[in-house]
């Protein structure tokens, strides 16, 4: 696929009240791609978002759409539009004059309004709803009505800012495919941002991971999901053991009193790294088989797995199995060696951007 | 039953003080001095028709004023952080805490002949500049006096808009203008009517305002129901007809400013 950069972030840095928001972020995101801002709250996802609708100035750095910098420029003048986290639709028009708000604004004629916005209503499954008032609908409709507000004016991007987090379990994974689907029929750029790392991972071509303001890593979901680059980005996607190795050489790492092969190449002699091990990765045997011996402690029923807590050489590990075993039964655990991700131990000043799996 | 006993207080104050004057206010209008029915008061009414007329007049421009000045400073008021949003509403509402007479007594000495002002325009060799006792001194009261009466409505409706929507309006092309016209004003509309109707009815039936700074240049039809009761020209028959008059000159008006308001959310429903 070839890639046309759409929008460039340069070392973009925000400022509020002299906080630091935003600390010389630099992004690139492509043309008709789905990239996701993946983090905690307060790291600065929806600031970046901002920047790029043009409702924030960074304090440094340029903003560039389509090889123009934008920097300065109204939201009104940018070929971009914003999906609100509480949807901002008008509650003083019904959900036709809101999808048509923006082709009036951009005074297109009405008989062909109409059809771009009958499109939209079928695009977004609202066919019937036109003259219902705002406060007529439910949470995914009003959702969906917001969408189709800003869709219908064919922007080059799309910026979704937690449009789904106000909605049930059920009606989120249903919109994840739906705005999967409207991405991939529209053929627009969306930048999408959450806090849920199964949304990010479910929907994107590429996840963005920050964390106090910077960037920690980039990469395609099973990049990030498999080769996260530090501990927290471990940990904020998807459930992780953490604990404390040493690398002794390529392909051998000690943790939990074991010394084991691994799959990781490039780190000093006995330098110490976080050992991180997803919970569906361990190998469940009987006691004297496994690399492990361990005890399980508690077990938790969780619909698809159960999850055990179980201690072995000295750790309280994690695992997810399908199979139920009682407190106290004794175990082996092993793990491959390409299931041991091993990660550079970062202190909190040195986060550098991570380019991790693109090409 | 609960709901009928916990309003039973103001049933009774109403019946008393509300239902009963006003039955008495018809009754003296529909009778002449010996007490047999009669519509001569209504007949003479008739002949105060220019007073009506310039009371109207004078409401309309003075509602118009607050209005012009209250809805950009509201919206200022509404889109600020909180403490200035509270440190504002109180400079608003500070007059109020003072007596109405006071501060209409207070723009006399302001505005007289020898007053502050004029002293202050002395000191350029201008003037003095005839302002007290003047139609113009008459609407400044009603602007002064009930300002806060159209802001305070205007703020609590405009507070609700969430920044977001405007936020919104830019995000799908509206310059600033765009965002006032098709977002703000639809959604103030209701304050705007509340705050016509506040200030309208008290500026068309006032008279004390009229008798201080107009010094009697300036009769309004406050004035003339006022002269009815207390006056010279004593004849209370004559001054309920015209506060029937004023009663529902005033409901004409109301009906007016809502069907203006049906209108306005109607004509937004078709297009």
Redesign the interface.
């Known amino acids: 696929m070839q890639k046309n950069t759409l929008i460039s972030l340069r070392n973009v840095t925000v400022e509020y009240d002299g906080d630091q928001v935003l600390k010389n972020l630099s992004l690139d995101i492509n043309d008709k791609e789905f990239v996701t801002l993946l983090g905690p709250s307060g790291c600065g996802k929806t600031t970046t978002l901002k920047i790029i609708?043009?409702?924030v100035n960074p304090k440094e750095g340029d903003v560039f759409f389509d090889g123009k910098r934008i920097n300065g420029i109204?939201?009104?003048q940018r070929h971009?539009?914003?999906v609100?986290?509480?949807y901002?639709?008008?509650?003083?028009?019904?959900v036709y004059?809101n999808i048509e708000?923006?082709l009036?604004?951009?005074k297109i004629p009405e008989d062909k309004r109409r059809p771009l916005v009958k499109e939209m209503l079928a695009l977004v499954n609202l066919k019937g709803f036109e003259l219902r008032k705002i406060d007529q609908l439910s949470g995914g409709q009003q959702q969906r009505v917001a969408i189709a507000?800003?869709l219908v004016?064919h922007p080059r991007v799309l910026l979704l800012d937690e449009p789904l987090g106000a909605l049930d379990l059920k009606l989120r994974k249903e919109m994840q495919i739906e705005l999967k689907r409207i991405q991939q029929e529209t053929n627009i750029t969306f930048l999408y941002v959450t806090h849920d790392q199964e949304e990010a991972l479910t929907m994107s071509d590429r996840v963005v991971v920050m964390k106090d303001g910077n960037i920690l890593q980039i990469g395609t979901p099973t990049d990030i999901y498999n080769e996260p680059v530090n501990a927290f980005v471990a940990d904020f996607i998807g459930e992780s053991n953490i604990v404390d190795g040493v690398m002794h050489a390529d392909y051998d790492v000690t943790f939990a009193g074991k010394r084991l092969p691994c799959a990781d190449v490039g780190f000093a002699k006995d330098e110490a790294v976080d050992v991180v091990i997803r919970p569906e990765d361990w190998k469940v045997s009987e006691p004297d088989q496994g690399q492990f011996a361990g005890v399980v402690e508690s077990i938790v029923f969780k619909g698809v797995h159960f999850e055990n807590i179980v201690d072995a050489g000295g750790v309280k590990w994690m695992l997810h199995t399908t199979q139920q075993y009682d407190p106290g039964t004794e175990i082996g655990l092993s793990i491959l060696p390409f299931d041991i991700h091993i990660m550079h131990k970062m202190s909190e000043e040195e986060y550098d951007v991570q380019e991790g799996g693109e090409e | 039953m609960k709901s009928k006993i916990t309003a039973s207080p103001y049933i009774l104050w109403m019946a008393l003080f509300i239902i009963v004057p006003m039955g008495l206010v018809a009754y003296f209008a529909f009778t002449d001095l010996k007490g047999n029915f009669s519509t001569v008061n209504f007949q003479q009414s008739v002949g105060f028709a220019p007073v009506i007329f310039n009371s109207i007049w004078l409401a309309i421009i003075a509602t118009a004023i607050c209005l012009i000045i209250a809805y950009p400073l509201a919206y200022h008021i509404s889109r600020s952080t909180g403490s200035r949003q509270r440190t504002f509403i109180m400079l608003v509402m500070l007059p109020m805490w003072m007596s109405f007479i006071l501060r209409t007594y207070a723009w006399m000495t302001l505005l007289e002949n020898n007053g502050l002002i004029n002293q202050f325009f002395g000191l350029f060799g201008l003037g003095p500049f005839e302002m007290i006792n003047t139609t113009g001194a008459v609407v400044l009261g009603m602007v002064y006096n009930y300002l806060p009466f159209m802001i305070l409505p205007l703020y609590s409706v405009m507070t609700k808009i969430?920044n977001?929507?405007i936020?919104?309006?830019?995000?799908?092309?509206?310059?600033p203008a765009?965002v006032m016209r098709?977002?703000i004003i639809?959604?103030s509309l209701p304050g705007v009517n509340t705050g016509i109707t506040m200030v309208f009815v008290p500026s068309v039936s006032t008279f004390v305002i009229s008798k201080l700074l107009g010094g009697g240049s300036t009769m309004l039809i406050g004035d003339l129901i006022e002269m009815q009761f207390l006056g010279n020209a004593y004849n209370p028959h004559l001054g309920s007809a015209l506060s029937l008059v004023l009663m529902v000159i005033i409901l004409i008006c109301m009906a007016l400013t809502n069907m203006f308001d049906d209108a306005e959310?109607k004509e937004?429903?078709l297009?």
Do not use: W
């Open positions: 609708g043009g409702f109204p939201p009104y971009v539009n914003t609100f986290q509480r901002a639709l008008f509650p003083h028009l019904n004059e708000f923006g009036k604004i951009s507000r800003a004016n | 969430d977001s929507l936020d919104a309006a830019g995000d799908l092309g509206c310059t765009a098709d977002v639809p959604l959310s937004g429903m297009i």
